[in-house]
């Protein structure tokens, strides 16, 4: 089993964390590193998987690090190894060495139970694809079916992949940041001078690999996490290190990375989640008393223009699906005024029915004028979506791109190349 | 590898069956199956501790036939003992009948019910505070430190300061709100500004308001004059909540429960319909989410010491001003600590309102009855104080009382799969 976050002790080296639990020891139970060495040397010989022993595990790149991962699965003699989401921290071309990796196992006879939500990947490395549906077997294809017949029997219905966009007039620059830095929590500026200027009516994409910095930008631009230097401007008006309070009021809609952690109050109801970030607004509060009754006017309202699938508008937003949980965060932020939308993995883990609503729910707001600034891990949402795509990698802007430019390139972009000269 | 899945399988699915457990019986079933439990549990100990009934079986040990008078005399030992604690802390019958017959010796049949009422009047208010806390996140563990503080405000806005009932009556009130409130400010700043952790700081907070008690009560004015020991002045009779019957009838109950209703109402309205509740709820569930939402952490922490420790310290007041009208060393000092009780019945209310007014009377029942118990029957008041426990023990451990009353049969012991981050 190889999971989707990974297993590893970071401060053990490669072959510690192989042989955890399976020590070759010699006499008084003293560790003896010298065969485990020679344990991974043989592994890494006998399937392909070159990396050294020696390299302790948190200086490894991600990409690495999950090949300990499957050299530790190995080990093991697994017969059947189970690959858990393992593509969503890798750029584009460690995801093509993984599929070797993968091709090659299935040659010398294991087998792979690859478990994944891109359908690309898939159709690329599988020989036979299952579909489950709320916990059911739908149906076993072929990999020759075609991304939109698997992404029907994934929703059990017809689906839109492509996103369809007119083009639109570009306004005036509505969120402007100019060389910010910020800290992460343990010190290290993750964000280190980007500059950045998503216009009104445009959607801007960032791109890049999970951990680069994405998520301590949203933040700071929310006002969640402080700013070192540099400024932020919603248009034309500083907000840099203002409280999220304030922000909010400036007109800044946030869909957050994490819905259920920053995003929702499970345990309380959609109707009073639909309002939580208004709740002191009229018509729903006046002098320090809420009127229930114009929250459940807005909640009735908006579960119905927005499609929210729940039992009623008093049912806690836990017991939605992470999709319809989703549907709620965005119709309460798209209900509101709005200058610029931030949507950190606005998709993440929901079906392909609702990641086509809430695509178009935001194309439809960049058409109104809205500025749009997309963060995304997911290529083929940042390639679908953007108007123009940025890239990061290790705190930096590697290149801002025209969604046209090939996945090789934004890929390299990803990986911290700065080639990207084409823009 | 199997190892690893069935691990990361139960863990959850424990947890995801606890919580079923717990949110689908009605709190009120449960609370009285946990009281009856309690009281089952309280006649074993009845029967197994009474020195009659120990007498009766050792004698039975010797002439085998006696075994029914033994049982008997266990069953007399422990109806007695119950009797006594119902008459005593509610209503006698046969005195009631006799009243309705003769129109006389009302203030003796009514005793019972008006000490429970007395006695329940402070805890309603301190839980209360005690709760809206825990609902916000926030373990205010000091509530009897700042009763006390609101005890010595209120003993010296009422015995040192003259004016008429009209404006004296609530300046004292409001000085125990305050004594309180600026009481519990200071753990609210502390966690505030510097994160102190506010279980330990209000933990000590009690010493040291202990300790102020009794500096207040030799050191100050506040002692009453001519007198060596630690008692403070007596409150002006236009600073007393008088007894509803007048001083005469003996009946002890007081102006104070319609302050404890007060609060009742007030706390209801706060938390379902203020926008300063509504703040308060969120932080408590998701303090993330609430901060993302624009509310302001350091603010709902200040505050919620304020309300909370204003309305612990109006318990401290109440409690003065409804008994005796002075304080002395040991005011809420020892098993009087209505700021500890209050922390039990707040659990035991689950944190709502109306929860924790039946909780605070049947916690001033089993006390008051407890003692009538212990006057006619010699069984010591320890017992009511186990059967609370008891009560507690089974409220706060649902799994366990359905186990035991089989709510549910045990086919209910399917394992729940992982769920993933998506949804």
């Given at each position: 089993m190889v999971h989707q976050h990974f297993m590893l002790v970071p401060v053990f080296t490669v072959a510690e964390n192989v042989v955890l639990g399976f020590e070759p020891t010699k006499s008084f139970n003293r560790l003896d590193y010298k065969t485990a060495d020679a344990q991974i040397h043989e592994l890494s010989e006998k399937f392909g998987l070159q990396v050294d022993p020696r390299a302790v595990v948190e200086n490894l790149p991600i990409g690495l690090q999950q090949r300990v991962e499957i050299l530790k699965a190995l080990s093991h003699d697994a017969e059947l190894l189970i690959l858990d989401e393992p593509t969503a921290v890798l750029t584009p071309q460690e995801i093509d060495a993984l599929m070797e990796i993968m091709r090659s196992l299935a040659r010398d006879g294991k087998s792979i139970l690859f478990i994944t939500h891109k359908l690309k990947e898939v159709r690329a490395v599988a020989d036979v694809i299952t579909i489950i549906r709320q916990g059911r077997v739908i149906d076993s294809v072929p990999p020759s079916e075609t991304e939109n017949q698997l992404a029907a029997l994934m929703v059990g219905r017809e689906v839109n992949l492509t996103v369809n966009k007119e083009s639109t007039e570009l306004g005036e620059p509505v969120l402007e940041i100019r060389d910010v830095v910020v800290r992460d929590d343990r010190g290290l500026a993750v964000v280190n001078g980007v500059t950045l200027d998503v216009h009104a009516g445009e959607i801007v994409a960032l791109a890049g690999v999970q951990g680069n910095g994405q998520t301590e930008l949203a933040e700071a631009i929310s006002g969640l996490r402080p700013i070192e230097s540099g400024t932020i401007t919603l248009r034309g008006r500083d907000i840099t290190n203002h409280s999220p309070r304030a922000i909010l009021d400036a007109g800044l809609g946030h869909v957050p990375e994490d819905r259920q952690r920053d995003g929702l109050v499970l345990s309380m109801s959609v109707a009073d989640n639909l309002v939580l970030n208004t709740p002191r607004r009229a018509p729903f509060a006046s002098r320090g008393t809420r009127n229930l009754k114009a929250v459940s006017v807005n909640a009735t309202d908006l579960v119905q223009r927005f499609d929210i699938r729940t039992t009623g508008i008093d049912a806690t937003a836990g017991s939605l699906s992470g999709g319809n949980q989703q549907k709620v965060i965005v119709a309460r932020e798209l209900s509101r005024p709005l200058t610029c939308l931030l949507a950190s993995?606005?998709?993440?883990?929901?079906?392909?029915?609702?990641?086509?609503?809430?695509?178009?729910?935001?194309?439809?707001?960049?058409?109104?004028?809205?500025?749009?600034?997309?963060?995304?891990?997911?290529?083929?949402?940042?390639?679908?979506?953007?108007?123009?795509?940025?890239?990061?990698?290790?705190?930096?802007?590697?290149?801002?791109?025209?969604?046209?430019?090939?996945?090789?390139?934004?890929?390299?972009?990803?990986?911290?190349?700065?080639?990207?000269?084409?823009? | 590898m199997t190892d690893t899945l069935t691990d990361t399988a139960t863990k959850p699915s424990s947890a995801r069956r606890f919580w079923s457990h717990y949110s689908s019986t009605s709190p009120i079933t449960l609370t009285i199956l946990a009281l009856i439990l309690g009281f089952v549990i309280g006649a074993i100990i009845i029967m197994v501790t009474s020195p009659a009934v120990l007498d009766s079986w050792r004698h039975t040990s010797h002439h085998l036939g006696d075994i029914g008078s033994s049982l008997k005399v266990s069953f007399d030992s422990v109806a007695a003992a119950y009797r006594a604690m119902i008459t005593g802390s509610i209503l006698d019958p046969t005195l009631f009948v006799h009243s309705i017959s003769t129109g006389h010796g009302w203030d003796t049949t009514l005793t019972p019910i008006s000490e429970t009422l007395t006695y329940a009047t402070p805890l309603v208010i301190a839980s209360i505070g005690v709760g809206i806390a825990f609902q916000t996140g926030i373990f205010n563990i000091g509530a009897n430190g700042q009763a006390i503080i609101g005890g010595i405000a209120g003993t010296a806005v009422g015995s040192m300061i003259h004016c008429p009932t009209i404006i004296h009556l609530p300046?004292?009130?409001?000085?125990?709100?305050?004594?309180?409130?600026?009481?519990?400010?200071?753990?609210?700043?502390?966690?505030?500004?510097?994160?102190?952790?506010?279980?330990?700081?209000?933990?000590?907070?009690?010493?040291?308001?202990?300790?102020?008690?009794?500096?207040?009560?030799?050191?100050?004015?506040?002692?009453?004059?001519?007198?060596?020991?630690?008692?403070?002045?007596?409150?002006?009779?236009?600073?007393?909540?008088?007894?509803?019957?007048?001083?005469?009838?003996?009946?002890?109950?007081?102006?104070?429960?319609?302050?404890?209703?007060?609060?009742?109402?007030?706390?209801?309205?706060?938390?379902?319909?203020?926008?300063?509740?509504?703040?308060?709820?969120?932080?408590?569930?998701?303090?993330?989410?609430?901060?993302?939402?624009?509310?302001?952490?350091?603010?709902?922490?200040?505050?919620?010491?304020?309300?909370?420790?204003?309305?612990?310290?109006?318990?401290?007041?109440?409690?003065?001003?409804?008994?005796?009208?002075?304080?002395?060393?040991?005011?809420?000092?020892?098993?009087?600590?209505?700021?500890?009780?209050?922390?039990?019945?707040?659990?035991?209310?689950?944190?709502?309102?109306?929860?924790?007014?039946?909780?605070?009377?049947?916690f001033a029942a089993l006390n008051v009855g407890g003692r009538a118990m212990q006057a006619a029957t010699g069984i010591p008041l320890d017992l009511a104080t186990i059967i609370q426990s008891i009560v507690v023990l089974f409220v706060a451990s649902p799994v366990l009382i359905k186990e035991i009353y089989r709510l549910r049969s045990g086919a209910e012991s399917f394992q729940m799969a992982t769920k993933g981050w998506s949804s």
């Open positions: 993995q606005p998709t993440r883990g929901l079906d392909v029915g609702s990641i086509e609503y809430v695509h178009r729910q935001i194309v439809n707001e960049r058409n109104q004028g809205m500025g749009v600034f997309i963060i995304s891990s997911e290529l083929d949402e940042v390639v679908a979506l953007g108007d123009r795509i940025a890239v990061m990698h290790a705190g930096k802007i590697t290149g801002i791109v025209d969604p046209s430019t090939s996945r090789e390139d934004i890929g390299l972009l990803m990986a911290g190349s700065t080639m990207g000269a084409h823009d | 300046l004292t009130l409001l000085a125990g709100i305050a004594g309180g409130a600026v009481c519990g400010l200071v753990p609210g700043l502390l966690k505030a500004y510097t994160g102190a952790h506010e279980v330990i700081v209000t933990l000590m907070f009690n010493y040291v308001c202990n300790a102020f008690l009794l500096y207040a009560l030799t050191e100050t004015a506040l002692q009453a004059p001519n007198q060596a020991n630690d008692l403070s002045r007596n409150v002006d009779s236009t600073a007393i909540l008088a007894p509803i019957f007048g001083t005469k009838s003996g009946l002890r109950v007081s102006y104070g429960i319609f302050v404890a209703a007060a609060v009742v109402v007030l706390a209801i309205w706060f938390l379902k319909r203020s926008s300063l509740g509504f703040d308060f709820r969120i932080t408590g569930a998701n303090p993330n989410a609430a901060r993302a939402s624009g509310i302001n952490p350091k603010f709902v922490v200040i505050a919620v010491f304020l309300v909370s420790g204003g309305l612990a310290g109006l318990a401290g007041g109440v409690q003065m001003m409804s008994t005796t009208h002075y304080i002395d060393g040991g005011f809420l000092i020892g098993n009087a600590g209505i700021g500890f009780t209050a922390i039990t019945i707040a659990l035991l209310g689950r944190l709502q309102p109306m929860g924790i007014m039946w909780g605070s009377l049947l």
